[in-house]
């Protein structure tokens, strides 16, 4: 056993005759929050579906908490979670009935126990007997994620978590992902927001047409770099501050009343 | 893929879907509804013309309503097939340690059931109309019987339609020429009237040999051959289908 819990090598996949990934390879440690940076098209996705059994690579291979994913895949299934780029949750069910069914296919005991449990850690019990078609983009992200923890999976792959939502729904996605890492979880993320590798991730890949280009910690990365001139500017609140802000004093003053 | 889970994997699926339809009661009222329609239609308006030679019309026409009805019902397994790829549900099943397998049966069960709640409306009007039959139990457990076949024959077609259309209404449009194959057959009128070429075909289509084993079973007359070509057909449709459901199941959800 390593302390590994995802390892690739050189992974290749084409599309037809689009080369996608060219050649992959990385670690990730168990218990860190890995991020994969790069634009659109990079071939995160592909990455992703590879490691959680969707996708067979034309060559190369990977293991995920010491399973070979084209040998073992039942075992790899086991031990992951994956929330898509789409949120993939059944509208026509309650946010309840959604977590319900996921421990039920999971096999695990007390699915309804498991249900309200993850209904209350993430302020979703209110809602959780309308059906998930009714919810804002934020809340069916917090489903997504909650069907995700269901069954505590050693890794969690989260292919673009925040994409499409609020600012306070992302920060509480990011809240989210750093409890998880600190309870013990593997996460693998993809994103395309530097911010957002930068605020969550342990370790930092950089995934670029088709190969990683950079991989290590963001300290380390930014040591590539020459060395950071001082410069005194005037801290001008952010936009996303600005927003935050007023938005909370609403919530709060509406709380008053 | 433990095989001890197959069955409750299927039943979460099942009561997943079942789920959908009773929260969206309106399809199985649009199911239901267009073939009472053409049942109201063939017996009030067309009905005193057509020599069907027997006296009660809606007798004879209510096999080939059945027919109709449960080939308008699986467009819906298509439907729901469909949003559950695109949604990106089918991934997240398949990121699961379930079995695979299990995903699609919930949905062919699902269209089972459903097509039945259907078909039970269906039979009620016919008997408001006027339709009685003198069948014994073992004829109505084979006629439910086959209409199950045929059910399954149809939804794994439509199984095929959901999993490789590329739009939403790609996967609902292959329903049509499946809606006239009642038309083309002895559903509601004797073939003995219509022109060779449509004859033939008429009498050598699926459609016509389940329509004539229903109608002889629910009339007491003896079956003949007809209730075997019914099963072959149903049973030969199941086969070929199922293989390339599969098979698109396969190419859709994993390798995209």
């Known amino acids: 056993m390593t302390d590994s819990a995802i390892i690739t090598r050189d992974l290749r996949k084409s599309f037809k005759k689009t080369a996608v990934l060219k050649s992959v390879s990385f670690d990730v440690r168990r218990g860190e929050i890995f991020a994969l940076l790069g634009s659109n098209g990079a071939g995160k996705t592909t990455t992703i579906k590879i490691l959680a059994t969707l996708l067979r690579p034309d060559s190369g291979a990977s293991s995920v908490s010491g399973f070979d994913v084209a040998k073992s895949p039942d075992k790899v299934r086991q031990s992951i979670s994956l929330t898509g780029q789409f949120t993939a949750v059944d509208e026509m069910l309650t946010g309840r009935e959604n977590l319900h069914m996921i421990a039920r296919l999971r096999h695990l005991d007390n699915p ?24 804002s983009g934020g809340m069916k992200r917090k489903l997504d994620l909650a069907m995700s923890l269901v069954g505590k999976p050693s890794v969690i792959f989260l292919d673009e978590p925040t994409t499409g939502l609020d600012p306070e729904a992302r920060l509480q996605v990011w809240e989210m992902v750093k409890d998880l890492a600190k309870g013990g979880t593997t996460v693998f993320l993809t994103t395309q927001h530097l911010e957002e590798a930068e605020a969550l991730a342990d370790r930092i890949a950089i995934l670029h047409e088709g190969r990683i280009v950079a991989d290590a910690t963001l300290a380390e990365l930014k040591k590539l770099f020459p060395p950071a001139k001082v410069e005194y500017v005037e801290k001008q609140p952010t936009l996303e501050e600005i927003f935050l802000h007023m938005t909370r004093k609403e919530a709060s003053r509406k709380e008053i009343q | 893929m433990e095989a001890r889970y197959l069955l409750s994997d299927m039943s979460v699926m099942l009561g997943r879907s079942m789920r959908h339809i009773f929260r969206s009661m309106d399809t ?52 729901r097939l469909f949003l559950d790829v695109q949604k990106g549900i089918f991934e997240r099943f398949h990121s699961m340690p379930i079995t695979h397998s299990a995903v699609l049966w919930g949905h062919v069960l699902t269209s089972l059931v459903s097509n039945a709640i259907s078909l039970v409306v269906i039979v009620l009007v016919a008997f408001l109309m006027g339709f009685r039959s003198p069948a014994g139990i ?24 959901g999993l490789s259309a590329k739009t939403i209404d790609g996967a609902s449009a292959f329903s049509f020429p499946l809606l006239f194959l009642p038309f083309i057959s002895s559903a509601f009128v004797p073939t003995g009237t219509m022109p060779p070429a449509v004859r033939v075909f008429a009498e050598n289509q699926p459609v016509t040999s389940i329509v004539d084993a229903i109608r002889a079973l629910l009339s007491n007359q003896p079956v003949g051959n007809d209730i075997w070509i019914a099963i072959a057909w149903c049973v030969g449709i199941i086969v070929v289908a199922y293989v390339f459901a599969m098979r698109a199941y396969r190419r859709r959800v994993l390798s995209r």
């Open chain 1, 112 to 135: 309804g126990g498991i249900a309200k449990g993850l209904l209350e850690r993430l302020g979703l019990t209110d809602a959780a007997d309308r059906n998930a078609g009714t919810y």
């Open chain 2, 28 to 79: 199985i009222i649009k199911v239901a509804l267009m073939p009472i329609l053409f049942m109201l239609l063939f017996v009030y308006v067309f009905g005193g013309a057509i020599q069907s030679g027997t006296g009660n019309y809606v007798n004879y026409l209510l096999p080939g309503i059945l027919l109709i009805a449960i080939a308008s019902g699986i467009a819906y397994t298509a439907y």
């Open chain 2, 138 to 161: 073992l004829s109505w457990l084979a006629v439910i019987g086959i209409l199950a076949l045929f059910t399954l024959a149809l939804t794994w077609i439509a199984a095929i339609a």
